[in-house]
């Protein structure tokens, strides 16, 4: 009879737990239309789950980034992202940094430690042939992030449990979104991220933090949903996705380059224009070369802040007869406004490409520094 009676009792009390489950666990209403769902199914086979392929914009360090880089960490962070659709309810994603801060990373290397960055542009090129064949560069990966700037890394997506086009992809304990930590006992949310896709092509974000409680047979399990967190990550295009290493993004390294350079009272001083004699030679520049420089360098120059110069703005006559360099040189107030110019630089759409030569401190406090550009559809004749 006793046991008869303590039978009930469980089964009582694992219906309750179901219910308990099952009730008070709708999400929280998207709280504007930019975060509801595109209602488009991804295959026959999965009618309740999006197709989340697309390529978006990141931020770095942030909870969206996250999801796709656990392993990440300053400096060698990730700005996009581009997820593609594979088989069944699997996708792959890529991270990729901005060019232009991959260029900016690439130069501090090659500019402070000259032989990480032999070692490093070795381990690049291999990455580059594995990644080309198809191959594993998991262990190629961690030997280039302990020297230098990954510029891409991928992964796996497989949003599970669809419901109204939203998968889940991830369970976090003590780690709620958008939920006030001094009202909730952090240890007890447990917080799902679903993954969808919005009306205007972003790729949308849900947080439902649930409270957690005892379970029937041990350990805690979901209860209810307290409230649900939205974000998104803007759509962008494909183009800015799609760049690669090249000798551009990763030169030389400087024993192969130092065999190009002239001196520099041989440089044209910017104020000359149409021709220029190095090494007894006459070159022609382009016509409207003049005006490009002029250009280039008041922008350089109004991208620094008070106190910064530029002291030095020249063709570089060891430039290869395909491509027209700048030598530029000047003073910042520090690292950090030197950095600014270099993505200010890649900005200009005269410049195709910048790089860092050298950077140190002066006598004057300041921060001297030597800038590479090259010219874009800049061709000396």
Known sequence: MGNSIRAVRLQLLFVFSILSLAGCNQPSAPPSYEFEPLESPL??????CADISGTYS?????????????????PHQMDMVQIRHTTNAF???????HKARFVEQVSMLRSSNPEGYAKW????????????????????????????????RGGTLGPSLCEGFWGTVEHRYGAPVGLDQAVESINSIHTETLLSR???????????????????????????????????LEPMQDSLFDWEVTNETAPPSRAILEQEVIPEDELVDVQQTGQTAASGSVKQWPADLPAVLVDVQQYAIGQLSSGGSITHFVPD???PNTALFISMKGEANSNKDVSDLLRAMMQHTQVENVELVSVQRSEK???????????RNQTKT
Do not use: C
């Open 91 to 97: 996708f792959t994603y890529r991270l990729k940094m």
């Open 198 to 232: 919005s009306k205007q092509g972003a790729l949308l974000f849900r947080y439902d933090n649930y409270r957690t409680q005892n379970g029937v047979f041990g350990g805690t399990v979901p209860a209810r949903i307290i409230n649900s967190a939205f974000a998104k």
């Open 121 to 152: 542009r070795a381990l690049i090129t291999h990455w580059q042939k594995e990644k080309r064949d198809k191959q594993d560069t998991s262990v190629t990966d961690r030997e280039i992030l302990q020297i230098g700037p990954l510029p891409e």
């Open 43 to 48: 295959s026959v086979a999965y009618p309740k």
């Open 365 to 375: 406090v300041k921060v001297e520094f030597e800038i590479r550009l090259k010219l």
């Open 317 to 319: 006559e060891s430039s």
């Open 58 to 74: 990141l931020t770095p360090g942030s909870r969206e980034s996250s999801l796709f880089s656990p392993y990440q960490t300053p």
